[in-house]
């Protein structure tokens, strides 16, 4: 059985962060595919910068060469507040029996236990979680007890279609969305431009360029 990849998120912009997310993660979980899904309105978050169309035409542009990578607009297309198990619901019923794995920095696995209905995201889908540059994997008790009880190897992710959880060491990459929001804000020197082009891929700097994004 196959296993495929879920990385949601807000993508305001895609940065080289969450490529080296899904390049460490189809490598290290043996993963056929990796759907990158962009939210319409993540529900921890009180708005997006950009347009959903925009993200995604972003997330398109920085995966046009990734291979297995594709992009998912379930989210964008239901509109409205972003619930992640919304998402693994309709994903699940379409896809009864395949493996999912959620795949998660571990800033986000942290609060996992703050999410709507978070025990059944794990009863629906496996959750995969990279360590994060600057935020070490601090879970509280509820997850620590997730961790306890549900940790397997990559190699178990294909053995059922979800319900464990398996860590993996990603290789850093210094970069938030918003901190490259920051620096699209501000006139850019040549010391800027060259940081900006160390964070988010040629092609996604140039739309955003193009159609002013971030600029307020
Ligand atoms: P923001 O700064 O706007 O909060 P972000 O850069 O954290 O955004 P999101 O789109 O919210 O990006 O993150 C989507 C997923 O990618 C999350 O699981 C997050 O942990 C992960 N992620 C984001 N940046 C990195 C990074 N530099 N390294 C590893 N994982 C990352």
Request: with cysteine; net charge neutral.
């Amino acid at each position: 059985m196959g296993v495929t990849g879920l990385l949601g998120g807000s993508f305001d912009p895609i940065h080289n962060g969450h490529l080296q997310l899904a390049r460490d993660a189809l490598k290290q979980l043996t993963l056929d595919e990796l759907r990158f899904i962009p939210a319409a309105q993540p529900w921890q978050k009180d708005s997006l910068h950009a347009p959903a169309e925009h993200r995604a035409q972003m997330v398109q542009l920085a995966i046009a060469d990734e291979p297995r990578c594709t992009l998912d607009m379930h989210e964008i297309e239901r509109g409205g507040v972003t619930y992640t198990i919304d998402t693994l619901r309709a994903l699940r019923s379409s896809l009864p029996r395949r493996a999912l794995v959620l795949i998660m920095g571990s800033d986000q696995f942290a609060r996992l236990d703050t999410w709507r209905d978070w025990k059944e995201n794990l009863r629906t889908v496996h959750i995969a979680v990279a360590q994060r540059a600057r935020n070490a994997l601090i879970p509280g008790l509820n997850l620590q007890t997730v961790l306890d009880n549900h940790r397997c190897d990559a190699a178990g992710l294909a053995l059922q279609p979800g319900g464990n959880v398996v860590e993996f060491a990603m290789t850093p990459v210094d970069v938030s969305a918003t901190e490259v929001r920051g620096l699209l804000r501000l006139t850019q020197s040549g010391k800027q431009a060259d940081r900006l082009s160390a964070m988010v891929p040629r092609p996604v700097l140039d739309y955003i360029s193009k159609h002013h994004l971030y600029k307020e």
